[in-house]
């Protein structure tokens, strides 16, 4: 089926997959719903659809979102916190469909991160301090910066990458963005990592939008995030078909001034 988008041309591909039977009998499998996320990669629009399950995202919800240490241990990290939430054993045999999905959508390794990327940029933001886990994400299809991050980290990490997260915080602004691990001219701030956004669609290693302080005021972004390295893995280079991304949007007046309006 081809249809006319924005005067981009895109290909329908739809993505289902079946949960392993263990999964569909596990005492979380309950209140069973399909839900469908977008993503778009060049001309192409893919549609990934997957079971998501209310009995699992009541568990996570009722999870306390304090971390319990004692006196004579180190106080918790921002790391801590993101790793309790990307690593929670309970949601990664329910999250490890939609890793499939992605990777059978595409055959080549560069797409899929693409795919990934897309998929949670056109996951609808939400302003909010809920502090979902990734499946949360999935299952309500909403997430603020914090939480769409940690979903996007999870699967680049199980795709073989290496990620960071790049958090901004201070007294008057607070962001969280992904790093995919690279080399060249794409890397961020001598990071090692290209900066993605996750908020809303915009082009790998595009750091250059307009983002809100806590007074109101437009701004970019600090010059210097605490970058929080989640782990090792593959180089990400294929940073042309970036570039002509950017090249292809601005012929059609989306991309401006370095940035997506």
């Known amino acids: 089926m081809h249809k006319a988008i924005n005067k981009l041309i895109f290909r329908d591909i739809i993505v289902q997959r079946k949960f392993p039977r263990e999964l569909t009998t596990s005492k979380f499998s309950t209140y069973p719903r399909v839900n469908t996320y ?12 997957c079971v998501t399950y209310g009995g699992l995202n009541n568990y996570l919800s009722n999870i306390p979102r304090a971390i319990t240490y004692y006196t004579d241990q180190p106080e918790p990290t921002t790391k801590d916190f993101i790793l309790r939430n990307i690593d929670n054993i309970v949601q990664k045999p ?3 469909p939609l890793v499939q ?8 390794e560069a797409d899929r991160v693409r795919i990934a990327i897309s998929l949670v940029q056109n996951i609808p933001y939400r302003d909010d301090d809920s502090n979902k886990y990734p499946y949360e994400v999935l299952y309500t299809n909403s997430g603020n910066c914090e939480e769409k991050s940690e979903l996007l980290a999870y699967l680049l990490r ?5 990620v960071a997260i790049f958090d901004y915080d201070n007294p008057t602004f607070g962001h969280m963005a992904v790093g995919i691990k690279c080399t060249g001219r794409h890397d961020y ?4 990592y290209a900066f993605v956004e996750t908020t809303k669609p915009r082009a790998i290693a595009d750091s250059n939008g307009e983002y809100t302080d806590f007074n109101g005021n437009v701004i970019g972004l600090p010059t210097m995030p605490e970058i929080i390295k ?3 893995g593959k180089l990400f280079d294929d940073f042309d078909n970036v570039s002509r991304k950017r090249k292809y949007l601005n012929s059609i007046g989306i991309y401006i001034h370095k940035r997506i309006i």
């Open 101 to 108: 999905a992605i990777r059978s959508a595409a055959p080549i």
């Open 189 to 192: 701030i001598g990071s090692g």
């Open 94 to 96: 329910f999250l490890e």
């Open 158 to 162: 199980d795709l073989g990458y290496g």
């Open 38 to 49: 977008n993503a778009v990669v060049g001309k192409k629009k893919y549609r990934i659809q």
């Open 230 to 232: 989640i782990c090792d």
